[in-house]
């Protein structure tokens, strides 16, 4: 990666923020783009060269991959809404902003280009899911990962461009303020809250968000296409996990399992196979869940 010009879609969201800092310590030069205002956001003391600009306007995508030249991609961007009221729009952007970024790169000499999928595609189905696994998303954000994930392999396959898909699962850590299960947990039991949850038996498959940087750094370096699940492999109820972070929070915080019911569509059990990522990249999970949660209720503590 040194002195390689990378350029980071989503720049300012959650996982970015991860890659960046970990891109420039590994020597790079780092491209960011995304909607929202560089200063304000989570990379603004980052050494990054930035570009303010919403994916769903082609011409400005075209321009800004022209100007600045790439040697790898890593398409991040995606809106993770899942309101089913906004099927139409959540999934014609998301495919939209993929389109235009993987369109830009055709007739460029790219070494690589990472695609961020999602696990939600698998929504439904048996687990553990493989790379194989029919998709069965249960959300629109879930639908427009399928669609994303067949424009790779269209792409790669007609148009040779190197693309590989990493499939992350549920991912947590530092950086990350949005109201997925963990950071509104964590939130909740440092400020001593009273929390109505599910009876909390689903399960799910969590991974630190620097295992999934080590990820996305080995798929920028290897010569593989195709799609890659980044996971545990093991599967932890939610009753688990939340009484886990409560203690390790220290919190006196009131847990009322069963208050809520279980969220509509969603199965009992969700967890990934990790074996092809293993295999082909060398990849491994390293870090506990229980060291993961620690640093990221660090810095929660540090940032409200
Ligand atoms: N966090 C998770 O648990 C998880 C799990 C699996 C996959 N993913 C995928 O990883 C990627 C990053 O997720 P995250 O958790 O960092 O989310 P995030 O919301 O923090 O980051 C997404 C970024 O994309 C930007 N963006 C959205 N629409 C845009 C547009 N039209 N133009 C320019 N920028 C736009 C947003 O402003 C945001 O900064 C997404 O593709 C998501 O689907 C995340």
């Known amino acids: 990666m040194k002195n390689s010009k990378v350029l980071v879609t989503g720049a300012t969201g959650f996982i970015a923020y991860n890659l960046i800092k970990e891109l420039i310590s590994l020597g790079a030069e780092v491209i960011g783009l995304d909607i929202v205002p560089f200063i304000g956001s989570r990379i603004e003391k980052l050494d990054v060269e930035f570009f303010q600009l919403d994916l769903l306007n082609e011409e400005k995508v075209r321009e800004v991959i022209n100007k600045t030249a790439p040697d790898y991609v890593v398409h991040l961007a995606a809106s993770i809404e899942r309101d089913p009221k906004l099927i139409g729009a959540i999934v ?7 389109l235009n970024v993987f369109n830009a790169l055709l007739d460029k000499p790219i070494k690589k280009i990472v695609s961020i999928g999602s ?11 493989t790379e194989e696994t029919k998709p069965m998303p249960t959300s629109a ?5 399928v669609l994303i994930s067949e424009l790779c392999s269209l792409y790669s396959r007609i148009h040779a461009l190197p693309i590989i898909e990493i499939r992350p699962f549920l991912v947590y850590g530092q950086g990350q ?4 299960f963990i950071p509104y947990f964590i939130k909740e039991c440092l400020k001593g809250n009273e929390v109505d949850l599910t009876p909390g038996d689903q399960t799910k498959d969590f991974v630190y968000v620097g295992d ?3 990820a996305i ?6 010569d593989k296409t195709g799609v890659y699940n980044v996971c545990s492999g093991k599967e932890v109820k939610i009753k688990d996990v939340s009484s886990l972070i409560k203690e390790l929070c220290k919190s006196n915080s009131n847990i009322n399992f069963g208050a ?22 060398g ?3 390293k870090t506990s869940l229980s060291e993961g949660l620690k640093i990221a209720i660090a810095w929660q503590k540090a940032n409200s």
Do not use: C
């Open 217 to 222: 750094i080995l798929a920028l370096e290897s």
């Open 119 to 129: 696990a939600d595609v698998y929504g439904n189905n048996a687990p553990p899911f």
């Open 260 to 281: 809520r019911p279980y969220r509509k569509g969603d199965g009992m059990h969700f967890f990934g196979s990790n074996e092809k990522i293993k295999r082909e990249l």
């Open 283 to 285: 990849w491994i999970p």
């Open 92 to 98: 014609k952007n998301n495919f939209e902003m993929s």
């Open 141 to 145: 954000y879930g639908l427009s990962k």
């Open 212 to 214: 999934l940087i080590n």
């Open 177 to 180: 303020t949005n109201n997925q």
